[in-house]
Each structure stands twice: as structure tokens, then as C-alpha cells.
């Protein structure tokens, strides 16, 4: 397959401003009217050409007459003399053979649509490129007992009786907008209704349509609208648009959920939450797509991309706003904390191997394969330190620029950094490096203390590692947030922000009487690696006395992965710093509980990989284990005492409930690490008597982890508890297969012949396949059977839903990380996916790539 190549953009040559769409829907065969009013863009002589993919062509008109056209290869060819037509095309199309999932398919019989990115050539014939804008009419007939419920985009304007137990409605979008964000729903809804005023004092029909049964389940996704609402009008001095705003929740998704104009679809697991099915963490999940798809009406509606390879424009800076939303609704420590987390484990690892790609891509095979981390993730660290350099008030001076220069255009990253520029008076030419330069920066600190002269010196020194494409790259602007402590006073000596421009640049601070400490990428201001050799008492002292709650954490994360590297290296294992330094924090009574649950978490295996020249699984499970016994026994009158204190008589969802919930089970997994004997007790008593999901599978995680007795019996009532309710149980299949049981590999195997384990749903799929491959111990066991579970369910799979397939390959194309023998069966799965026969672009791409 060929590739798509960033240099190659040209304008489109024909623009639609106008498409009047007529719908005559069925589940088995859905017949599709489109009127396009074209116009030649330029002095061209170039046909129209329409995209479309699996769509069975009924007729084509031009000015209301059949008219000459060609269809080959995915493209519709319709020679026009003038500079305007009225081009009529009639398609039929199938939603319940589309397993895809893209274009307008079934999901438990709704009727739904998701065109992003390329989905809507699979409803019409259109040129489906994101700097096309046409204002949309809909009009949509359907069986009225089967489809009460008839949406889409914009705002309603008709509905009606269509006779023989059919029936119709209208409705029109007035902005503009590209296909991507084109919706349809029909289904036996219903709807929690709501409204919002706005600043400017128009009031917005709220609606979140869901399935009867599901209703008392929305409130906390409609709680979170409107402060998400009420937040963008406060932060960025975005209101919204329309007169309706409706969410609709569907179980079978590729994606979390869609940002189309004013009709919203999700993934039902960010809807649907109640004490007894949610988590704190789903709670928050749902939050923060909610806000992130709402904040979409600005960045990336009102103002899109002009290509796919701006996709970071809307999807870094959207998640670069959910992020501080999520901030200000709780702590923003532990969110700082949580997204860093994410960065490391999902962005590092892609930055570092075969597919890595600047955030703003040069060229692509399949464009679903670019919804990254590094585009999503990465983006908004971008972001963020645009934010930094320049401060909360002339960003949002940039950002008001931004959305007032480019509303109801297609816009490029170039244009956003422009906007910053211009509103800010500050230089960013170095910075765009940011933009076009893949790998992750590794950063050298030393520091250096001059006692007659009281001047220490920072030196730093940049270092980007080669990535596929790109072997030179120049200095990059790296924002690092820098504060010295006196050792033995604690004092604070400087705090301040150094950018650092140079490939080496030092840094000297005066006035400093003792030997300072460093602080360093505070707030985790760069998305950097640091290496500063700090020694493991400058890194307890920061673990105990930064005043940076994320320092503090860093700083005792950072103790840990130097404590469990050096063991995995070298067998020995000092593990009393650490332990000396949880112990502080647990006796901290300072700290809130959400905060110490984080801190005292050891990285995971996978993060102390992420540290190795070669990942040798086996010895950091065994280094890891053996820390976490050390700390569960020597620690354990602390343990029993946080999880004492942090028992509740009754659920509540304040922030510190939360926390208390969060340490609690912290505290249960390292009383279980600790071999207590009562440990698998408390853990089976915490499961039966939970009042709420997050207690309960916390204990259940920890249960199915162990061989006690009570792993079984915990393991059964969850599933006769839930077995009908899909989103909790894909929590049954996640927690068996990231079990760190030797038997885990065979245990998943065999739950994908479970009766309700299926290839057809996509979390299902992420709840067990995803969830294993993340397993590094079980994954990676040495006789290759995870490889080649894996590359089976990437062969499957792909007969169906190509997206989901090739979201599985990336675990595979960590190859070069592991021993020669781990690496030769992982790179003979992957040649055995790319030589399979039919394989889709999506796979190829991933699968060919991960080979290198
Ligand atoms: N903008 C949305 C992307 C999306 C998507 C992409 C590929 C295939 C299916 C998809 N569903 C949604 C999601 C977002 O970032 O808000
Ligand atoms: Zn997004």
C-alpha cells in the first residue's frame, strides 16, 4: 500500500459548501441520497472525484440529469463542465455486515455512525478530506417501533409521520464543518435531560441517550458536561454554539469516544457509572473524556485541521485542556502524577521503538494508526510548554488569537504556534523543532557547588536519539523547572524556569552557602529523560522536603528505579533508603492519602524495562517482588494502620474518599506482598463486603495475583454477579490476565474460548488481549506462547475490524529491547502477520514497521 506524505498537500480542487443527505435506514440495507452543491476550486480542469469504500452505487446526477462517471479504486470520477454543479449520488450500504465499525454501523441495535478519520467515504460518495466544510441538511426515515429515536448533528428543524410504521426527521448544522464530524444515531433511547446556560445567556438542551435500563447511570457523564461547559467559558472564553448538545453511549466502539458536531458518541464505558459497576478511576475517566470530546466544539470543530497530519493541533491541544480541567476539579498533583504515568508507559516505549513519529507526522499508510500517544500525549506536553514558556495570560492572549484567526477554517500546527507567537511577542522558531523532531530528549544535570565563592554550577547537556528517518537532529528549547536546597538548612536557594537552547549550556547560581540539591524538571515540565546521578540521600531528602508535590514524587520514584535496576544488574539488593523513605512518607501526616498511595507505588515492570539495554522479565518480576516484600514486612505495623484508618462506613465520592480508597488497597497489596497471614482474609472480607466498585476490584486484583483459596471463590461471584453487565465484566477478563501468576499465559488462552469473551466488541478485546500483552512477566514467558496467542488474535481480528488489530501489534515490535532468543520468536510472529494473505493496511503498516 501506498503512503500518504506530508510535502504532498495540495488544496482540494473542487469545494462542497452545501450536502443535503437523505437517509432511508435499515439495519440489513441503508439507502443513502447525497446533493452536493460543488464549486471548481481555481482554474483547474480537473474531475470531481468522490471518495467511497464498500458502497453499492445506485445512480449518479448532475444538475438533475444521469451523467457519465467512472468508479475504480475507491474514487467516483465525474467530469463537470461549469465552475458550480448539483451532483446527486445514491449508494446502498449494509450497517449490520459493518464490523469495521466505521461509517454507519449496528451496536446492540442502534443504528450509529463514526467517520473519523476516514469513515465517511463508507456512508457516501464525498471527497472525505478534513479542509472540506459544507453546511449539512439531514433528513432520516427509519422504522419508527425499532428506531423511536432519530439524531443528528446541528439542531432539529422537522419530524413527522412517514406512514407504514416509519417516520421521519430533520435536522440541520449551520456551521460548517468537515465529513469527520458528520453523525447519525437511530435507537430505542432515552435521555437524561438537562440544560446549560451559557455567559451569553442562551440556553442549550442537554441530552445523554442511553439504553432504558442504563438511564440512572448517566448523571455523573451530565454532572460533568456542565462543569465542563462552565469551564471552557471561564478558562478560555469559549462558549458553546448550538441550541442542542446530545451525547449517545454504544457498546461496540474502536475509540473512547467521538467529538462530532453537537451529537457526540462514546464508548459506553465513558457514560455509564454507578457506585457498584465504576471505579474512582472510571469516575474520573468518564470526567475527562466528557470535557475532552466538549472542548472539541472549539479545538478541532469551530476550528479544524486542514490535514491528517495536524492531528495533534486538535487532539494535543484537546488533551492538553481535559488535563487541566481534570486538574482543577481535584488535585493537581496527582493528576500531574497520573498523565506523567501514562506519558511514560505508553509514549516513551513508542518514541523509542519502530514506529515512532514526530507529533506532527511527515507520512502515513493508514491514518487510524496515528491516533498515538506521541500525537495525543506527547502534543500536549507540547502544549504544555508552550503554556510555560510563555504564562497562563499570554498563552490564553495566544489562544483567543488562535480561535479568532481560524474559526470555521482548517488549520495547521504551524498556524496555532504562529497565533502564540504573534499574542505573546515570544520567539518559538527553535521550539517548532518540537513538532517535526521524534524521540524522547535525554538531559544530563550535573550540579556542582563552589563553597568559597558560593556559585553553583547547572550544567546541562541535551542528547536526542536517533529514530527511524531521522538520525541527525538539531538542539531542541527544553523548559526545565529548577530549585536548589541547602542540605543541611532545607532552605530554598533559587527557583526559577531555565530553557535550555543549546546542545550544552551551564547554568550558575550565586549566594548559595552550603551544598545545594537539585530539583529539576519540576512539575515534570519537559518530556524529557533526566540523568543526574543524584545519590540515593539527595533523593530521600527530595522525597521528604520538595515543595513540589510532583518533585517529591519523582524524586522517590527515581530512588526506587535506581534501587531496583542496580538489583536486576547486579543481584544485590540494598533496599533500605527506599524503605526508610516510605516509611516518611506513610508517617507524613502532612501528605493527603491520594498523594502517599501514589508515592509509595513501585514503577512498574514494565517502566523498570523501559530502563534496560536488554529486558531480562524474569529478574525485574524478581527484584520488584522482592522490594515489595521487603517493604510490606518491614512496614507492616504501617501498612495494617493505613489500611485501618482508611476504612469508611459508607460510600462517598468526595476527593479524600477517594484517596482513602486509593491507599487502602496500596496498603492491601503490600500486606499480601508481605506473606501476612490474614492478608488473603482481609483482601476476600474487603471483596464481600465492598459497598462500591473500587474496593471491590481493588481487592479482587489483588486476590487473583495470589494462589490462596479465596482467589477462586472471589474470581466466580464476581463473574455470577456481573456476567450480564459487559463493561464489568471486560474487568474480569483484565484482572485474570494481568494476574502476575505463573499460570497467567495458560489462564488466557483459555478465557478466549470463554462463552463471553468475543472478537467482535473492542473493549472486550482490550479487557483481554490488550491487558495481557501489557503483562510483561506473562507475555514475554520465554517459550514465545504469548507471542503466538498474540499474533493469532491480531490475524483474527483483522477479518473484522482492522483498527483493533493493529492497535495490538506495537508489544510485538518491542523485539529489539529483549534477548536474541525472546526477539527471534517475536519477529517470527510479526513475519508471520505481514506474509498472512488479505492482510488489511492498517495491520501491514504496524506489523512491516515493527519489523524494521
Ligand atoms: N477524535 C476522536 C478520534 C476517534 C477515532 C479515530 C480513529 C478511529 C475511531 C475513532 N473514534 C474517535 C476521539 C478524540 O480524540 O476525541
Ligand atoms: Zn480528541
Same mark, same amino acid.
Given at each position: 500500500?501506498?503512503?500518504?506524505?506530508?510535502?504532498?498537500?495540495?488544496?482540494?480542487?473542487?469545494?462542497?459548501?452545501?450536502?443535503?443527505?437523505?437517509?432511508?435506514?435499515?439495519?440489513?440495507?441503508?439507502?443513502?441520497?447525497?446533493?452536493?452543491?460543488?464549486?471548481?476550486?481555481?482554474?483547474?480542469?480537473?474531475?470531481?472525484?468522490?471518495?467511497?469504500?464498500?458502497?453499492?452505487?445506485?445512480?449518479?446526477?448532475?444538475?438533475?440529469?444521469?451523467?457519465?462517471?467512472?468508479?475504480?479504486?475507491?474514487?467516483?470520477?465525474?467530469?463537470?463542465?461549469?465552475?458550480?454543479?448539483?451532483?446527486?449520488?445514491?449508494?446502498?450500504?449494509?450497517?449490520?455486515?459493518?464490523?469495521?465499525?466505521?461509517?454507519?454501523? !449496528?451496536?446492540?441495535?442502534?443504528?450509529?455512525?463514526?467517520?473519523?478519520?476516514?469513515?465517511?467515504?463508507?456512508?457516501?460518495?464525498?471527497?472525505?478530506?478534513?479542509?472540506?466544510?459544507?453546511?449539512?441538511?439531514?433528513?432520516?426515515?427509519?422504522?419508527?417501533?425499532?428506531?423511536?429515536?432519530?439524531? %443528528?448533528?446541528?439542531?432539529?428543524?422537522?419530524?413527522?409521520?412517514?406512514?407504514?410504521?416509519?417516520?421521519?426527521?430533520?435536522?440541520?448544522?449551520?456551521?460548517?464543518?468537515?465529513?469527520?464530524?458528520?453523525?447519525?444515531?437511530?435507537?430505542?433511547?432515552?435521555?437524561?435531560?438537562? =440544560?446549560?446556560?451559557?455567559?451569553?445567556?442562551?440556553?442549550?438542551?442537554?441530552?445523554?441517550?442511553?439504553?432504558?435500563?442504563?438511564?440512572?447511570?448517566?448523571?455523573?457523564?451530565?454532572?460533568?458536561?456542565?462543569?465542563?461547559?462552565?469551564?471552557?467559558?471561564?478558562?478560555?472564553?469559549?462558549?458553546?454554539?448550538?441550541?442542542?448538545?446530545?451525547?449517545?453511549?454504544?457498546?461496540?466502539?474502536?475509540?473512547?469516544?467521538?467529538?462530532?458536531?453537537?451529537?457526540?458518541?462514546?464508548?459506553?464505558?465513558?457514560?455509564?457509572?454507578?457506585?457498584?459497576?465504576?471505579?474512582?478511576? +472510571?469516575?474520573? %475517566?468518564?470526567?475527562?473524556?466528557?470535557?475532552?470530546?466538549?472542548?472539541?466544539?472549539?479545538?478541532?470543530?469551530?476550528?479544524?485541521?486542514?490535514?491528517?497530519?495536524?492531528?495533534?493541533?486538535?487532539?494535543?491541544?484537546?488533551?492538553?485542556?481535559?488535563?487541566?480541567?481534570?486538574?482543577?476539579?481535584?488535585?493537581?498533583?496527582?493528576?500531574?502524577? !497520573?498523565?506523567?504515568?501514562?506519558?511514560?508507559?505508553?509514549?516513551?516505549?513508542?518514541?523509542?521503538?519502530?514506529?515512532?513519529?514526530?507529533?506532527?507526522?511527515?507520512?502515513?499508510?493508514?491514518?487510524?494508526?496515528?491516533?498515538?500517544?506521541?500525537?495525543?500525549?506527547?502534543?500536549?506536553?507540547?502544549?504544555?510548554?508552550?503554556?510555560?514558556?510563555?504564562?497562563?495570560?499570554?498563552?490564553?492572549?495566544?489562544?483567543?488569537?488562535?480561535?479568532?484567526?481560524?474559526?470555521?477554517?482548517?488549520?495547521?500546527?504551524?498556524?496555532?504556534?504562529?497565533?502564540?507567537?504573534?499574542?505573546?511577542?515570544?520567539?518559538?522558531?527553535?521550539?517548532?523543532?518540537?513538532?517535526?523532531?521524534?524521540?524522547?530528549?535525554?538531559?544530563?544535570?550535573?550540579?556542582?557547588?563552589?563553597?568559597?565563592?558560593? $556559585?553553583?554550577?547547572?550544567?546541562?547537556?541535551?542528547?536526542?536519539?536517533?529514530?527511524?528517518?531521522?538520525?541527525?537532529?538539531?538542539?531542541?528549547?527544553?523548559?526545565?523547572?529548577?530549585?536548589?536546597?541547602?542540605?543541611?538548612?532545607?532552605?530554598?536557594? %533559587?527557583?526559577?524556569?531555565?530553557?535550555?537552547?543549546?546542545?550544552? =549550556?551551564?547554568?550558575?547560581? !550565586?549566594?548559595?552557602?552550603?551544598?545545594?540539591?537539585?530539583?529539576?524538571? $519540576?512539575?515534570?515540565?519537559?518530556?524529557?529523560?533526566?540523568?543526574?546521578?543524584?545519590?540515593?540521600?539527595?533523593?530521600?531528602?527530595?522525597?521528604?522536603?520538595?515543595?513540589?508535590?510532583?518533585?517529591?514524587?519523582?524524586?522517590?520514584?527515581?530512588?526506587?528505579?535506581?534501587?531496583?535496576?542496580?538489583?536486576?544488574?547486579?543481584?544485590?539488593?540494598?533496599?533500605?533508603?527506599?524503605?526508610?523513605?516510605? $516509611?516518611?512518607?506513610?508517617? +507524613?501526616?502532612?501528605?493527603?492519602?491520594?498523594?502517599?498511595?501514589?508515592?509509595?507505588?513501585?514503577?512498574?515492570? %514494565?517502566?523498570?524495562?523501559?530502563?534496560?539495554?536488554?529486558?531480562?522479565?524474569?529478574?525485574?518480576?524478581?527484584?520488584?517482588?522482592?522490594? $515489595?516484600?521487603?517493604?510490606? =514486612?518491614?512496614?507492616?505495623?504501617?501498612w495494617r494502620?493505613a489500611y485501618a484508618s482508611t476504612a469508611a462506613n459508607?460510600f !462517598?465520592?468526595?476527593?479524600?474518599?477517594?484517596?482513602?480508597r486509593?491507599?487502602r488497597t496500596?496498603a492491601l497489596g503490600?500486606l499480601m506482598?508481605?506473606?501476612a497471614e490474614d492478608a488473603a482474609a482481609l483482601a476476600l472480607a474487603q471483596f464481600e463486603g465492598a459497598d462500591n466498585m473500587t474496593d471491590r476490584q481493588g481487592a479482587l486484583g489483588m486476590l487473583s495475583?495470589s494462589?490462596a483459596a479465596e482467589r477462586d471463590r472471589a474470581l466466580?461471584a464476581f463473574?455470577?454477579?456481573?456476567?450480564?453487565?459487559?463493561?464489568?465484566? +471486560?474487568?474480569?477478563?483484565?484482572? =485474570?490476565?494481568?494476574?502476575?501468576?505463573?499460570?497467567?499465559?495458560?489462564?488466557?488462552?483459555?478465557?478466549?474460548?470463554?462463552?463471553?469473551?468475543?472478537?467482535?466488541?473492542?473493549?472486550?478485546?482490550?479487557?483481554?488481549?490488550?491487558?495481557?500483552?501489557?503483562?510483561?512477566?506473562?507475555?514475554?514467558?520465554?517459550?514465545?506462547?504469548?507471542?503466538?496467542?498474540?499474533?493469532?488474535?491480531?490475524?483474527?481480528?483483522?477479518?473484522?475490524?482492522?483498527?483493533?488489530?493493529?492497535?495490538?501489534?506495537?508489544?510485538?515490535?518491542?523485539?529489539?529491547?529483549?534477548?536474541?532468543?525472546?526477539?527471534?520468536?517475536?519477529?517470527?510472529?510479526?513475519?508471520?502477520?505481514?506474509?498472512?494473505?488479505?492482510?488489511?493496511?492498517?495491520?501491514?503498516?504496524?506489523?512491516?514497521?515493527?519489523?524494521?
Amino acid at each position: 500500500p501506498a503512503a500518504v506524505l506530508r510535502e504532498a498537500y495540495r488544496e482540494p480542487d473542487w469545494l462542497v459548501p452545501e450536502i443535503a443527505l437523505e437517509f432511508a435506514l435499515g439495519p440489513d440495507r441503508t439507502v443513502v441520497r447525497a446533493t452536493l452543491r460543488v464549486e471548481r476550486n481555481g482554474g483547474h480542469r480537473e474531475p470531481l472525484r468522490l471518495d467511497g469504500e464498500d458502497l453499492a452505487l445506485v445512480g449518479v446526477r448532475v444538475d438533475g440529469r444521469p451523467a457519465e462517471h467512472r468508479y475504480a479504486d475507491g474514487v467516483l470520477s465525474i467530469p463537470l463542465g461549469g465552475d458550480t454543479a448539483e451532483v446527486e449520488t445514491v449508494v446502498e450500504i449494509s450497517p449490520n455486515s459493518n464490523s469495521q465499525l466505521m461509517g454507519l454501523y !449496528e451496536s446492540g441495535g442502534i443504528l450509529c455512525t463514526q467517520c473519523e478519520a476516514e469513515g465517511f467515504r463508507r456512508i457516501t460518495f464525498f471527497p472525505d478530506r478534513p479542509d472540506v466544510l459544507s453546511s449539512y441538511k439531514v433528513r432520516m426515515t427509519a422504522d419508527k417501533a425499532r428506531y423511536p429515536v432519530l439524531l %443528528a448533528n446541528g439542531d432539529p428543524v422537522a419530524a413527522g409521520d412517514a406512514g407504514e410504521g416509519r417516520h421521519w426527521a430533520e435536522w440541520h448544522d449551520p456551521f460548517p464543518k468537515p465529513c469527520y464530524l458528520f453523525a447519525l444515531v437511530a435507537g430505542d433511547l432515552v435521555a437524561n435531560r438537562d =440544560q446549560f446556560v451559557t455567559a451569553g445567556g442562551k440556553t442549550v438542551e442537554l441530552g445523554i441517550w442511553v439504553r432504558e435500563g442504563d438511564l440512572a447511570k448517566t448523571e455523573h457523564a451530565m454532572a460533568s458536561l456542565k462543569a465542563a461547559m462552565a469551564w471552557d467559558e471561564r478558562v478560555y472564553g469559549r462558549e458553546y454554539d448550538l441550541g442542542v448538545f446530545n451525547i449517545v453511549a454504544v457498546s461496540d466502539f474502536n475509540f473512547g469516544a467521538m467529538e462530532n458536531k453537537g451529537l457526540n458518541i462514546f464508548n459506553s464505558r465513558y457514560i455509564l457509572a454507578d457506585p457498584d459497576t465504576a471505579t474512582d478511576a +472510571d469516575y474520573d %475517566a468518564i470526567a475527562g473524556v466528557v470535557a475532552h470530546e466538549y472542548f472539541h466544539n472549539w479545538s478541532g470543530n469551530r476550528v479544524t485541521c486542514r490535514d491528517w497530519f495536524q492531528l495533534s493541533l486538535k487532539e494535543g491541544f484537546t488533551v492538553f485542556r481535559d488535563q487541566q480541567f481534570s486538574a482543577d476539579q481535584g488535585s493537581p498533583a496527582v493528576k500531574r502524577i !497520573e498523565d506523567v504515568r501514562v506519558l511514560r508507559a505508553a509514549q516513551f516505549p513508542e518514541d523509542a521503538g519502530p514506529l515512532a513519529h514526530p507529533v506532527r507526522p511527515e507520512s502515513y499508510i493508514e491514518i487510524s494508526n496515528f491516533y498515538t500517544a506521541t500525537v495525543y500525549n506527547k502534543g500536549a506536553e507540547l502544549i504544555r510548554m508552550i503554556h510555560t514558556i510563555l504564562g497562563p495570560d499570554k498563552f490564553r492572549a495566544g489562544s483567543d488569537l488562535y480561535f479568532e484567526r481560524h474559526d470555521g477554517e482548517a488549520a495547521t500546527c504551524e498556524d496555532f504556534v504562529a497565533a502564540m507567537e504573534d499574542a505573546s511577542g515570544c520567539d518559538l522558531s527553535q521550539f517548532r523543532l518540537w513538532y517535526s523532531q521524534a524521540g524522547t530528549p535525554r538531559v544530563r544535570a550535573d550540579l556542582t557547588h563552589h563553597a568559597g565563592d558560593g $556559585r553553583a554550577h547547572l550544567e546541562l547537556a541535551q542528547e536526542l536519539p536517533s529514530t527511524p528517518g531521522q538520525d541527525q537532529k538539531k538542539p531542541m528549547p527544553i523548559p526545565l523547572k529548577v530549585a536548589l536546597f541547602g542540605e543541611l538548612t532545607g532552605e530554598k536557594y %533559587a527557583d526559577r524556569l531555565v530553557v535550555l537552547e543549546e546542545t550544552a =549550556q551551564e547554568i550558575v547560581f !550565586e549566594g548559595i552557602g552550603e551544598r545545594p540539591i537539585l530539583s529539576i524538571n $519540576r512539575d515534570f515540565s519537559a518530556p524529557v529523560v533526566i540523568e543526574s546521578g543524584r545519590s540515593a540521600d539527595d533523593l530521600a531528602f527530595l522525597s521528604a522536603q520538595d515543595d513540589n508535590p510532583f518533585a517529591r514524587y519523582e524524586a522517590m520514584q527515581q530512588l526506587m528505579l535506581d534501587t531496583l535496576v542496580a538489583a536486576v544488574a547486579g543481584g544485590k539488593a540494598d533496599h533500605a533508603a527506599v524503605i526508610e523513605a516510605v $516509611r516518611r512518607t506513610l508517617e +507524613d501526616e502532612r501528605l493527603d492519602a491520594a498523594f502517599v498511595a501514589e508515592a509509595v507505588l513501585l514503577p512498574t515492570e %514494565a517502566f523498570i524495562g523501559d530502563q534496560m539495554l536488554v529486558v531480562d522479565p524474569e529478574a525485574i518480576h524478581a527484584a520488584r517482588e522482592a522490594l $515489595r516484600t521487603d517493604l510490606g =514486612q518491614e512496614l507492616e505495623p504501617l501498612w495494617r494502620s493505613a489500611y485501618a484508618s482508611t476504612a469508611a462506613n459508607r460510600f !462517598e465520592t468526595s476527593p479524600s474518599a477517594k484517596g482513602a480508597r486509593r491507599l487502602r488497597t496500596v496498603a492491601l497489596g503490600y500486606l499480601m506482598a508481605a506473606g501476612a497471614e490474614d492478608a488473603a482474609a482481609l483482601a476476600l472480607a474487603q471483596f464481600e463486603g465492598a459497598d462500591n466498585m473500587t474496593d471491590r476490584q481493588g481487592a479482587l486484583g489483588m486476590l487473583s495475583n495470589s494462589d490462596a483459596a479465596e482467589r477462586d471463590r472471589a474470581l466466580d461471584a464476581f463473574y455470577a454477579r456481573y456476567r450480564s453487565n459487559a463493561l464489568v465484566l +471486560d474487568k474480569w477478563f483484565s484482572v =485474570q490476565a494481568l494476574s502476575t501468576r505463573d499460570d497467567t499465559a495458560e489462564a488466557v488462552e483459555r478465557l478466549a474460548k470463554h462463552p463471553d469473551f468475543t472478537l467482535a466488541n473492542p473493549n472486550r478485546m482490550r479487557a483481554l488481549v490488550g491487558a495481557f500483552a501489557a503483562n510483561q512477566r506473562a507475555f514475554h514467558q520465554t517459550d514465545g506462547r504469548g507471542y503466538r496467542f498474540l499474533a493469532e488474535m491480531i490475524l483474527a481480528v483483522d477479518k473484522l475490524n482492522p483498527q483493533t488489530a493493529a492497535r495490538l501489534v506495537p508489544p510485538l515490535g518491542r523485539w529489539r529491547r529483549f534477548d536474541e532468543a525472546r526477539a527471534a520468536l517475536m519477529q517470527a510472529e510479526l513475519r508471520r502477520v505481514v506474509e498472512t494473505k488479505g492482510l488489511s493496511k492498517d495491520v501491514f503498516e504496524q506489523a512491516s514497521k515493527s519489523l524494521g
